[in-house]
């Protein structure tokens, strides 16, 4: 009798690994931008929306600032008011690292060594004005501009598009910025 249970157990095993593997994933890779010219991309982006990391779930006044060093990483400024407009100021700096992509698009950031996280430019306009950086997994977002106020028709666009890329936009929330 046990050596009939230890092979249904096998079949049973060998069953679902195979249904298992057969599976495809429903979610198509994230879509990047075909190529980011990395000069124009430097300087300071308001971040207008996100789906945040915990360090900024009451972010205000959120704003990201990268500017290339001389062996080619990203020196990354993030700061924002935590808890209101005139909260405490927090300040980080990640180290961006844009990988061997050709289109520059898909980098790697490290808040803590040697630890780095997922970050891929999804979408940047022809004139560097508005982008979205998202992650493979689709747990973060963040929708940027030049500027820290956008019309609703370019908000709803670059929303629209971030839902395009398989984010619950029910978890994207808009970062308040003082006028």
């Known amino acids: 009798m046990v050596p009939r249970r230890k092979s249904l157990w096998a079949v049973l095993a060998v069953s679902t690994l195979l249904t298992w593997g057969c599976q495809s ?8 931008k075909d190529y980011v010219d990395l000069d124009r991309f430097m300087g300071d982006w308001y971040v207008i929306a996100h789906i945040p990391t915990f360090l900024e779930k009451q972010a205000f006044n959120a704003l990201e600032s990268y500017a290339l060093d001389d062996s080619g990483h990203v020196r990354t400024t993030f700061a924002f008011n935590e808890g209101a407009l005139d909260g405490a100021r927090k300040v980080y700096h990640p180290k961006g690292f844009v990988t061997s992509d050709p ?14 996280a997922d970050y891929r430019v999804v979408y940047v306009d022809e004139a560097y004005e508005f982008t979205i950086v998202g992650r493979e997994a689709r747990d973060y977002v963040w929708i940027m501009a030049r500027n820290a106020q956008v019309s609703e028709q370019v908000y709803d666009g670059l929303v629209a598009r971030v839902e395009s890329e398989g984010y619950s936009i029910a978890d994207l929330r808009k970062v308040p910025h003082t006028l």
């Open 25 to 32: 994933n429903p979610m198509k890779p994230i879509t990047t």
């Open 103 to 116: 289109s520059n698009a898909i980098w790697k950031m490290q808040f803590l060594w040697p630890f780095k």
